[in-house]
């Protein structure tokens, strides 16, 4: 019964078969090698687009060095309040740009509203000793286990574009959004108005196997000197790509991401059954965030189960809400047990 | 006949059964789970003292994340003028620095003379507006293939402490090195002086394992934190730890190096003898810099053999010095029949 | 009847002729002259205590070089929602610490609640992923034209400084505060638990004289290499010295700013009386924040009358807060002529 | 007898005047008054072309700043070995530019040879791990005491602009060049090639007077935000300017730098004349490198003569080289009573 995190999980059988099946012979290094092209190829066909697609070591750093390429001085990013790179990444955003302010934006369960970047466009313009409203970042799915339909990227995105901010999604559960919703890679994307995409497989089934995809180099100047600099380009690049290609392998990306977003959605609805708990909000990816009492907490852990204490945010006095991540390896009798124990 | 660079090369079979035996079940993210543990204290086994390990994805961000964290405004690292973090690594360590200068020392066959170090010392006192030097970097083995002896390591490292800069080794190819020596990891590290050490594994039979080893932890406040702020901080920790558990186990990475370093001396043997071609400096790891005609490196490469041509230092005018990198997979008949090519 | 900023006044009559009367002869560079040391000296006698002292051309650098100083990677500064350090300096801090966070805190009246700070402190500890708070900034008086007591000050940095943090005053209108409260230079700084000051002088007479005052050098190492690196250090510092000369010469300073604060309760009285308006917070310093129709806006600029809109806070539809500051060049007319307008 | 620097004079009456006749009144603040705009238009008559100038408060922030515009990750700035930019500065360009490396280039007498800009060139293309020229800076007069001709900074801007490099010029003692060679300012700046000049007007004559002159806004973005983020966008500008004011009026400014030249010359015949001693390098501008014996150097320092200490290049045993610097307030009568202690 953990429910910790996603990234407490292994990787899948068939990343971990890639990576033996392709170590063999001697490559050119620093990413120069064929299975990086072949792969960089493959993350084209998935999206449908001319991409350009940098592996890094951590999420942290496919986020960071993303707006680090497009910094400018007194920039500001407009980030959900929420937001992995504002909250959970030590800094590493203003770290690598330079000392951009994040601008946490307002958000109804984990997603920013359209007005909230309008406002902040209006508030914060050109000339502004605050600073300047100079890139966009979405999570998709968000910290709140929520997702933004194309509709709603495209929407935020727009606003973003005319005024010339990049926009970027920090995607460390992108294929959880992607099955929930049933789009394309490419609408979730760059047809909504994304300029780059710091794209996970680690959560999701690789050991280490993170990517910035790149929609529209333009925006982005230097972005591979940025990452080579930050010490991110791996000189057995190979071993990244061999992860994706096992990966991408017949769609296990999807099957991995189902099975994950299966795991939660069985857990909301047993915890949701019989008035047991309620949920904070909608679980459409492969989190669930549930209002439990002091016992029931109290109860779980005793027995074994793991999770953290998330926020207070519209509890009552002893309750709490935590945060149950699913991964592809969480299996339904878990998830039966731990709702059975409440 | 590829001796383009040891980081061409896989990861050894003992590596990757190791990355395959340690994927089960979950574990806990960021560095706290048991197999890092382990490892950690394996370190200090090998190292015979109590020390910290910090993994990071790269060589470039173990040496530049060590500067950061000595890093002080105005300060100057010392280091040689052909050093992989001065020369190779896109500025990396000015960047995490946030501009410290690199005081390239005058070296002989790769090795910093101590004089070099007195000199310095001697030039940018306290108050110096060029700067004031905060750390010295040592190469072991050198970029030029040579080795320094712990009694080298020590003679520069005594005049640096005096002066309260903090020592630094680069060991991308540290265990190259050690064979060569017969000496142990510690005396030629913190017995002999070093503060930090940039402990390599990927060359020499990993595919993505290198790590800050730290044996004085208060000459790098707040390194932990460097490293996570710039996204060097796995999620899944435990196949970092795993590839150096089936590294380290039954010494296997001194087989590697010992394997890499024998193939260096066969080429070099090879080269020098009856005249073929002169090797450029001593050869004491896995690297072999010949000095070849212009027509010598035109019927090699004919023949398929991979190499950089790599400088133009005390050549003749037809010649070129070419850089030879043996790895843990070089075999006897590739070497034998580059030599024969000569 | 120019309300805008106490930075549009020119310099006084005494700080000018200091000006004249120093220059004469040489004088070594880079504050190495006589005169500053006398100034420093004078300094020391004001605060009662041995103080180092640093000019810098502006209140921006004086507040972000202080930060820098203090800077750790993951550090937080605290600092009111209004603090100038964070809202109107482009980002200076975050760049000159390399990326710090700037915390919010609440704000009554632009002072912050000694609450606000324990909360941060509890809320970010060692360990937190979004930063841990590294130094604490007030300022005095408060961009809301009010003023701490030394005993507000006193709690603030108590609980500051039990966890460490570095504490720091943005004394831009430093004399303001001191002349309200009626206490001394020491009673409102280090006796209160104040690291470092930035002492404004421009806005209060001089035309560029402001200064880091620093009460506890070891907690900002490398404070004069800070500067000198931002091209702070002025080579004839002499000029600044000889400007505090005259602003210091017989308590020139505080009459300038009694004369200041005086104007500004001479209108906010005016503005109360009759029921015209009224200030929004209470009127400590030289600044008056009134509520305002935009009728009675509208006829004040008609009639020639400058002055900035604030925000819209606490205001009914066809309201809006002004600020209006008075320099020690306001006169009773032009306060007179105002109050008669409205 | 002070030869000590041209920093160590004060300012020139007319200067002075000029600050104590614009004071009074008030005006907006940040450079937004009228009399930043004037000077500003008075910048563009003297320069014969459409400028933008901003003011900082020294030569070493004027220098870094126009680094950090053109910055890139990777960057190199070439430089002469001897560049007031690289050895005086504190790592001042370094950290703006957030580690760009500055690449030394051999000089004769303190200029750059047209081919060590070419070599250079040649040496670090695009893709070079040590990094790529970003930007070309040239001083003028040198640290050495001479000067470029107007064709000879062309040719060195000339291979530089053909490769995308930004031609930086630290005009430190811009003027002492200008009256040297009789060019206009326009031949030697934009008509040569010149994007951005620091221009110093601190040593010959100010008391703070240092602008950027931007010729080409394009190659420099948002260098109005570096200057403000970095605190050097002064509230009171019109004091700026105001030192200009006095500074051009009536070609004041051209004048003090024709007396301390001729003061350098005069000093350098006294001091060739009957052999007395031999000068380093020519003297074109207001500085001497004369070599003298270990006995001429204590016996002026005797005598109460000031000076420093430069090198001991190309010197004898007793020998050294020594740095006398004339001001616009250097005498005639100074100059001789050097030369008869000789």
Not at 23 to 39: C, F, Q
Not at 78 to 99: N, Q, R
Request: aromatic share 8%; hydrophobic share 45%; net charge negative.
């Amino acid at each position: 019964m953990n429910f910790s995190s996603d990234n407490w999980a292994g990787a899948s059988q068939p990343v971990m078969d890639a990576l033996t099946r392709h170590n063999h012979g001697s490559a050119p290094a620093y990413g120069a090698d064929p299975l990086t092209d072949r792969i960089t190829q493959r993350f084209r066909d998935i999206f449908e687009t001319d991409v350009s697609v940098l592996f890094t070591a951590t999420g942290t750093a496919a986020n960071a060095l993303s707006m680090a390429a497009c910094a400018r001085p007194g920039g500001l990013v407009l980030a959900s309040e929420t937001a992995h790179l504002h909250c959970d990444e030590w800094g590493s955003a203003e770290f690598y740009t330079h000392g951009m302010k994040i601008l946490p934006l307002a958000t109804t369960a984990g997603r920013i509203a359209p007005d909230a970047v309008a406002e902040a466009l209006a508030k914060y313009r050109e000339g502004s000793r605050f600073g300047v409203p100079a890139a966009l970042s979405l999570t998709q799915a968000t910290e709140c286990g929520t997702v933004y339909s194309p509709g709603e990227v495209a929407a935020l995105t727009a606003r973003a574009r005319e005024n010339g901010l990049v926009c970027h999604m920090d995607g460390a559960r992108f294929a959880n959004a992607l099955v929930h919703l049933g789009a394309t890679p490419a609408e979730l994307t760059w047809k909504a108005g994304i300029d780059v995409l710091s794209f996970g497989a680690t959560k999701n089934g690789c050991w280490c196997a993170e990517a910035m995809v790149v929609f529209n180099p333009q925006s982005l100047p230097h972005l591979a000197i940025h990452r080579a600099r930050a010490g991110h380009l791996f000189s057995k690049s190979r071993f990244v790509a061999a992860q994706f290609d096992g990966y991408f392998e017949g769609d296990h990306w999807l099957d991995l991401a189902r099975s994950a977003n299966g795991a939660a959605a069985r857990l909301a609805e047993g915890i949701g059954q019989g008035g047991r708990a309620r949920v904070a909000w909608p679980v459409q990816a492969n989190e669930v965030f549930a209002v439990l009492t002091q016992a029931q907490i109290a109860k779980l852990r005793g027995e074994g189960a793991k999770f953290y204490e998330w926020s207070r945010e519209g509890c009552e006095d002893d309750e709490h809400v935590v945060r149950l991540v699913a991964s592809f390896e969480t299996t339904a009798e878990e998830v039966d047990r731990f709702v059975a124990l409440l």
